[in-house]
């Protein structure tokens, strides 16, 4: 979780900085996205890595905002609506977001599985 998180930090860090020199994202409100995106990869990166921090409802936290809005910008841009800043080649950078968001959630999802007591799993023995 830990390189896939720092994945998303490195792609999206580029994008917060032009913000800050222009207007390279889409806005909610007077808030570039793109500092949301970041602040978020850059805190699920922290919860990985600091163990002692990690806490489900932490990691969720810190997910949501990359799922919801790279899902809102792939959205928006398969109904014809360019919102999200492109790569040199013309793709959407939301679309590799919502990517490394489901990515994020999935060995999430084995850490909750793993952490649960066996009694919880159907495991009778």
């Known amino acids: 979780m830990g390189l896939l998180a720092l994945i998303g930090l490195v792609g999206v ?16 409100g007077p808030v570039p996205a793109c500092h949301l995106v970041s602040l978020a990869y850059g805190t699920v990166l922290v919860l990985v890595l600091l163990r002692r921090l990690w806490k ?14 790279a899902a809102a910008g792939s959205g928006l841009e398969l109904s014809g609506y360019g919102t999200c800043p492109q790569t040199e080649s013309g793709i959407p950078k939301c679309f590799f977001s919502l990517g490394l968001a489901v990515a994020l959630f999935v060995p999430f999802l084995f850490h909750l599985r793993q952490a649960r007591p066996s009694s919880t799993r159907g495991d009778h023995t």
């Open 13 to 28: 860090l580029p994008v917060s900085l032009a913000e800050l020199a222009g207007s390279a994202c889409p806005h909610l």
């Open 56 to 69: 489900p409802s932490l990691f969720l936290v810190a997910w949501s905002p990359i799922f919801l809005l």
